[in-house]
Each structure stands twice: as structure tokens, then as C-alpha cells.
């Protein structure tokens, strides 16, 4: 199945002391362009933070396919939490390329991927996604992993494009926006099949420990 991927890049990186985790290296590249590379298959690539990704976001364009759409936006307002961003997201994704002649896709794929841009080794779970989204299980419009620990993963998940767009209208309602909405807000009326993943790594990097316990370096340089 075609799919585009939001991936969520923001934050504040407050336990981090103000340093962007998705601009953490890790073997030798970003966490941003593990994720990136994760969803190399995507027809459109929807990344989600400031504008200090934009040299991660170019190197990951020098191999990207020709025909693959990446685009940079932001949540309104900044810091506005991970369901914003998703919001953010999928609209520029809507708003199609500026360029009409271009040869980026000029039609929503059915699935969107959303992904954390700090997770250590994104691709497995993606796959996972792919997988079971295929089987197209009636009645079913989301996929949700859940770790080992039977903790939901809502930031690496896969949605219908249509079930997305309407639970971003119906979360927003209520409120008259989604922020500091969390993600199960907004996944709260979407049919979701949880996936038992306990094989898969869902490690993130949060704190100075976690970076520390997998050898990589937190400097005020990647602010």
C-alpha cells in the first residue's frame, strides 16, 4: 500500500538542556535521518519542527527518490505538543507541491506513517506497520504498537489518511485546536488495532542517561 509519513521532529527538548534529539547522532547519522530513511518509501514525507533540521532533511534528500515529496513545517503555535504536530503534518501534506508541473504525487496515499523523530532504530517497527496494515482487517482504520512492556506507542503508528483527517477535526472541535493535546486525543474515536510488538526496540532518547547508555554525545552544538 502507497503511504505518506509525518514525522515529528518538535519539542522543547527540556530534560535534554534545550538540545534538538531528532539532531542527536547516532552511528553516524541524525535520529531525524534514521527516521527519515525508515520511511524511504514514502510517496510524501511530512517533517514536523524547526528550521535547524533543514541540513538533516537535505542530506536525507540527496539519495531520496526523485519522485518522493519532503516538506518542513511547523505545529501552530510552536511547542504545541505531538497531536498539533501530527495536525501540522498531514496539512502540508493536503496543501499539495507549489509547483504544479512538479512530479511529487498530487494525491494523499491511503495510509499515513507517524513517527517520533528520537527513536533509535525506527525502521523495524515501520515495517511492522506496513505489514499489518496491508491486511486491511475489517473495520479497522489504525495500527498502534505496543511495546514489551504493553505501553502503547502511539508516535509510531499507522492511520488511514481519511480516519486521520476526520479524527483531526473531531479532536480539534471541543477545543477550537489540538494544543497540548495528546495523541490519544486524537486517536480517541479512530478504530485502532493494538499490535503486540515485544520484539521490537522502542528506545528513545529522553534524558542524558539515555543518550549516555548509547554512546552518543550531547553538546549545545546541535541546538
Same mark, same amino acid.
Given at each position: 500500500?502507497?503511504?505518506?509519513?509525518?514525522i515529528?521532529a518538535?519539542g522543547?527538548?527540556?530534560?535534554?538542556?534545550?538540545v534538538?534529539?531528532?539532531?542527536?547522532?547516532h552511528h553516524?547519522?541524525?535520529?531525524?535521518?534514521?527516521?527519515?530513511?525508515?520511511?524511504?518509501?514514502?510517496?510524501?514525507? +511530512?517533517? /514536523?519542527g524547526t528550521?535547524?533540521? %533543514?541540513?538533516?532533511?537535505?542530506r536525507?534528500? *540527496?539519495? #531520496?527518490?526523485?519522485? !518522493? =515529496?519532503?516538506?518542513?513545517?511547523?505545529?501552530?503555535?510552536?511547542?504545541?505538543?505531538?497531536? +498539533?504536530? /501530527?495536525?501540522?503534518?498531514r496539512? %502540508?501534506?493536503?496543501?499539495?507541491?507549489?509547483? *504544479?508541473? #512538479?512530479q511529487w504525487? !498530487? =494525491?494523499?496515499?491511503?495510509?499515513?506513517?507517524?513517527?517520533?523523530?528520537?527513536?533509535?532504530?525506527?525502521?523495524?517497527?515501520?515495517?511492522?506497520?506496513?505489514?499489518?496494515?496491508?491486511?486491511?482487517?475489517?473495520g479497522?482504520?489504525?495500527?498502534?504498537?505496543?511495546d514489551?512492556?504493553?505501553?502503547?506507542?502511539?508516535l509510531?503508528?499507522?492511520?488511514?489518511t481519511?480516519?486521520?483527517?476526520?479524527?483531526i477535526e473531531?479532536?480539534?472541535t471541543?477545543?477550537?485546536?489540538?494544543?497540548?493535546?495528546?495523541?490519544m486525543?486524537?486517536?480517541?474515536?479512530?478504530?485502532?488495532?493494538?499490535?503486540?510488538?515485544?520484539?521490537?526496540?522502542?528506545?528513545?532518547?529522553?534524558?542524558?542517561?539515555?543518550?549516555g547508555?548509547?554512546?552518543?554525545?550531547?553538546?549545545?552544538g546541535n541546538e
Amino acid at each position: 500500500m502507497k503511504f505518506d509519513a509525518i514525522i515529528v521532529a518538535g519539542g522543547r527538548g527540556s530534560r535534554l538542556g534545550g538540545v534538538s534529539k531528532p539532531l542527536l547522532e547516532h552511528h553516524g547519522e541524525t535520529l531525524l535521518e534514521h527516521s527519515l530513511n525508515a520511511v524511504t518509501d514514502a510517496e510524501s514525507i +511530512a517533517v /514536523v519542527g524547526t528550521h535547524a533540521l %533543514a541540513a538533516a532533511v537535505t542530506r536525507y534528500m *540527496e539519495t #531520496a527518490p526523485d519522485t !518522493q =515529496r519532503v516538506v518542513i513545517t511547523r505545529e501552530y503555535p510552536n511547542y504545541a505538543g505531538p497531536a +498539533a504536530a /501530527v495536525a501540522a503534518g498531514r496539512a %502540508a501534506l493536503d496543501d499539495g507541491p507549489d509547483d *504544479e508541473s #512538479a512530479q511529487w504525487p !498530487q =494525491r494523499a496515499s491511503e495510509l499515513t506513517v507517524v513517527l517520533a523523530a528520537d527513536l533509535l532504530d525506527p525502521a523495524p517497527v515501520v515495517r511492522a506497520l506496513l505489514e499489518e496494515s496491508a491486511k486491511q482487517a475489517p473495520g479497522i482504520n489504525a495500527w498502534v504498537p505496543q511495546d514489551a512492556g504493553g505501553a502503547l506507542q502511539t508516535l509510531a503508528c499507522a492511520i488511514t489518511t481519511t480516519a486521520l483527517r476526520a479524527a483531526i477535526e473531531q479532536a480539534s472541535t471541543p477545543h477550537g485546536s489540538l494544543e497540548n493535546a495528546s495523541m490519544m486525543r486524537l486517536l480517541a474515536t479512530v478504530h485502532m488495532e493494538r499490535l503486540k510488538l515485544p520484539e521490537i526496540d522502542f528506545s528513545d532518547i529522553d534524558t542524558p542517561g539515555d543518550a549516555g547508555k548509547y554512546g552518543i554525545t550531547v553538546t549545545s552544538g546541535n541546538e
